[in-house]
């Protein structure tokens, strides 16, 4: 569903990513973990198409949505509107479909999205990329700055919409923990070159993998 193959991207003279080379296949949930400035946005704002290759190629199967980072809602619009916008490209108008699985947002629709937490912040931006009926999903670090329950309700909707809809996910997370739990596989990206890749059982395992992002042995 997602193949990338040796995969370059600069910022002028600066390469953020240098040969990357990764696939993700239909019905598969598979994690990029990456500490800061490893190239992760990167390759989330070129797998959506708003960043251009300077050499290696992308190549998507199906229609793919992005949660970015940092949400990036239009916080003076309401929950519903911000919702309708998700929805521009397929012509999805109906959102009852995210209210199903987010129950949550249907009491939201009607609040502007500014005032709300970053949990249901991330709930919206999580429906609005749902809307556009995808494919794939990129999400590019559900977990920032929400308290771990919340993460957690999250990544439950994430992995049904997996299991249940065969939905494919790409996550990419900084926190290991949470990749591991919910992706069976997993690639480590370190200032734009791959590092490490397998199942995730055998990277939590791995020395290098628990001390730069399990702070220690996973016991
Ligand atoms: N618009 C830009 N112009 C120049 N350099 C950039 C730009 N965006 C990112 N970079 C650089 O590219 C590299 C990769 O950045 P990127 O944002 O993809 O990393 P990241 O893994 O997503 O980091 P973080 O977890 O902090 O978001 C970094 O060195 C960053 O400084």
């Known amino acids: 569903m997602i193949d990338v193959k040796d995969l370059v991207v600069s910022y002028g003279t600066a390469t953020a990513l240098d040969h990357l080379t990764l696939t993700v296949a ?4 598979v994690a990029l973990l990456g500490p800061n400035g490893a190239g992760k946005s990167t390759l989330a704002g070129t797998l959506a198409g708003l960043l251009k290759p300077a050499s290696g190629t992308v190549s998507i199967g199906g229609r793919l949505a992005l949660i970015p980072e940092g949400r990036q809602l239009f916080p003076d619009l309401s929950v519903a509107d911000n919702l309708a916008l998700g ?3 397929s012509g999805e108008r109906d959102p009852a479909f995210v209210f199903d699985f987010l129950p949550r947002l249907a009491e939201l629709a009607g609040r502007r999205a500014g005032v709300l937490s970053g949990g249901e912040q991330q709930m919206v931006a999580f429906g609005r990329a749902m809307m556009s009926r995808p494919d794939a999903l990129v999400v590019d670090e559900l977990s920032l700055g929400l308290a771990p329950n919340v993460t957690a309700d999250l990544a439950g909707h994430l ?7 065969g939905l494919t ?3 990419i997370e ?14 480590v990206l370190e200032s734009g070159r791959l590092v490490t890749e397998g199942e995730s059982a055998e990277l939590a395992d791995d020395p290098r993998v628990a001390s730069a992002y399990l702070g220690g042995a996973i016991t």
Do not use: K, T
């Open 169 to 171: 996910v790409l996550l």
């Open 26 to 29: 239909r019905g598969e949930m």
């Open 87 to 89: 929805g521009w490209r």
């Open 159 to 165: 992995a049904e919409l997996n299991r249940e809809r």
């Open 174 to 187: 900084q926190n290991a923990r949470l990749a591991f739990d919910l992706c069976r596989r997993a690639y």
